[in-house]
């Protein structure tokens, strides 16, 4: 297993720009076990939805919805993923989770989640 903290949420207005980070810590076995990370997100009686998700090859996945205004990256070292966050809208408002994929034992690692309220 690994732990993820998010970080970077807030509140903003409709078309600013905001960037989330979130840092995997846990045995190096499992931190290099991370195949897939990605954001997912939940707004009130909503269920949770994908944002996006990168692959440790770089491999991209998007959702419709934020497709040319959300950008997830990867940092240099295994443990990072970034969102950064671009002409947000007040429907993008929700809690963030950072979400690792664990290639040894195919399970699935949750962050605390991080509030994004962005004002109309």
């Known amino acids: 297993q690994v732990q993820l903290v998010e970080s970077g949420g807030g509140l903003v207005q409709a078309g600013e720009s905001l960037g989330l980070s979130c840092a995997a810590s846990?045995?190096?076995?499992?931190?290099?076990?991370?195949?897939?990370m990605g954001w997912y997100r939940q707004a009130p009686g909503k269920q949770r939805e994908l944002v996006a998700t990168?692959?440790?090859?770089?491999?991209?996945n998007y959702a419709d919805s934020v497709k040319g205004r959300f950008t997830i990256s990867r940092g240099n070292a295994k443990n990072r993923v970034y969102l950064q966050m671009n002409s947000l809208k007040p429907e993008d408002t929700a809690v963030y989770y950072c979400?690792?994929?664990?290639?040894?034992?195919?399970?699935?690692?949750w962050g605390q989640g991080t509030q994004v309220t962005v004002s109309s």
């Open positions: 846990g045995t190096i076995y499992s931190i290099y076990s991370i195949n897939v």
């Open positions: 990168i692959t440790s090859a770089g491999s991209t």
């Open positions: 979400n690792a994929h664990l290639a040894a034992n195919e399970n699935d690692c």
